[in-house]
């Protein structure tokens, strides 16, 4: 679903991404954490098509992201670490928006935007300016604008961030289920639990490089190190 082919990505002097390679099968929850600086958002945007590669190949669903954008990003959606809103439009009005830019059928998405309203308890506030909303509800906002069109890629950096305890838990729920209908979610965190928790495969990247790869029991013992997935990265991102 998602292949990334030598992505190699610089800033200045400043290589963020160094020539990775990556496959994301079909029905993956795949996560990928690593130290700040490491690459990860860049590595995220780039897939999302957000950022243009200096060099390398990003195929979503088989479509080249450099030559057919827009129908790699009509089946992506992206959630960033930080919420970005119209403050002057209501949550309502905003999910709205986002099914007219999916062109979306007006009856669908005006339902399915009560549906997720409900699902996140923010049907009382739906009608309410964002520009009122604590950044928690923005990202719950954000989070369902991304639901919204059923995207069968859903690309989510740092998606806790702001969330209470119960909106957590029903995040990892949403996410894990969309996996298991055969669709592909592409995560970083820096919540090494809420990665072992919830992944089928991590990837570790350091100095924009992928340095270990696999599910969580693979990884322990490639590092020969037993114990929480917090020890293997330390001493993994240590060595490096």
Same mark, same amino acid.
């Given at each position: 679903? +998602?292949? !990334?082919?030598?992505?190699?990505?610089?800033? *200045?002097?400043?290589?963020? +991404?160094?020539? =990775?390679?990556? $496959? !994301?099968?079909? *029905?993956?929850?795949? $996560?990928?954490?690593?130290?700040?600086?490491?690459?990860?958002? $860049? $590595?995220?945007?780039?897939?999302?098509?957000?950022?243009?590669?200096?060099? *390398?190949?990003?195929?979503?669903?088989?479509?080249?992201?450099?030559?057919?954008?827009?129908?790699?990003?009509?089946?992506?959606?992206?959630?960033?670490?930080?919420?970005? +809103?119209?403050?002057?439009?209501?949550?309502?009005?905003?999910?709205?928006?986002?099914?007219?830019?999916?062109?979306?059928?007006?009856?669908?998405?005006?339902?399915?935007?009560?549906?997720?309203?409900?699902?996140?308890?923010?049907?009382?506030?739906?009608?309410? =300016?964002?520009?009122?909303?604590?950044?928690?509800?923005?990202?719950?906002?954000?989070?369902?604008?991304?639901?919204?069109?059923?995207?069968? +890629?859903?690309?989510?950096?740092?998606?806790?961030? *702001?969330?209470?305890?119960?909106? !957590?838990?029903?995040?990892?729920?949403?996410?894990?289920?969309?996996?298991?209908?055969?669709?592909?979610?592409?995560?970083?965190?820096?919540?090494?639990?809420?990665?072992?928790?919830?992944?089928?495969?991590?990837?570790?990247?350091?100095?924009?490089?992928?340095?270990?790869?696999?599910?969580?029991?693979?990884?322990?013992?490639?590092?020969?190190?037993?114990?929480?997935?917090?020890?293997?990265?330390?001493?993994?991102?240590?060595?490096?």
């Amino acid at each position: 679903m +998602v292949r !990334i082919e030598q992505l190699t990505k610089r800033f *200045g002097n400043t290589l963020a +991404v160094d020539n =990775l390679n990556l $496959t !994301i099968s079909k *029905g993956e929850f795949f $996560t990928i954490i690593g130290p700040n600086g490491a690459g990860k958002t $860049t $590595t995220l945007k780039l897939v999302a098509g957000l950022l243009r590669p200096t060099a *390398g190949t990003v195929y979503v669903n088989g479509y080249d992201m450099a030559v057919k954008a827009m129908d790699a990003k009509k089946i992506i959606s992206f959630i960033p670490d930080v919420p970005y +809103v119209y403050d002057k439009l209501t949550g309502r009005e905003f999910l709205w928006f986002i099914g007219e830019l999916y062109k979306m059928d007006k009856n669908y998405y005006e339902e399915k935007t009560e549906h997720l309203l409900d699902l996140f308890h923010m049907e009382n506030y739906g009608n309410q =300016l964002m520009e009122s909303y604590s950044h928690g509800m923005k990202q719950k906002v954000v989070i369902c604008s991304a639901l919204l069109h059923d995207p069968k +890629v859903i690309v989510i950096d740092e998606p806790m961030v *702001g969330l209470d305890p119960r909106s !957590i838990r029903l995040v990892k729920d949403i996410l894990r289920k969309h996996a298991n209908e055969g669709k592909t979610v592409f995560m970083s965190t820096h919540t090494l639990n809420l990665a072992e928790e919830v992944s089928d495969r991590i990837g570790i990247i350091h100095k924009g490089k992928l340095i270990s790869l696999g599910t969580v029991d693979e990884i322990k013992k490639a590092a020969e190190k037993t114990g929480k997935l917090e020890d293997v990265f330390l001493k993994l991102t240590a060595e490096t």
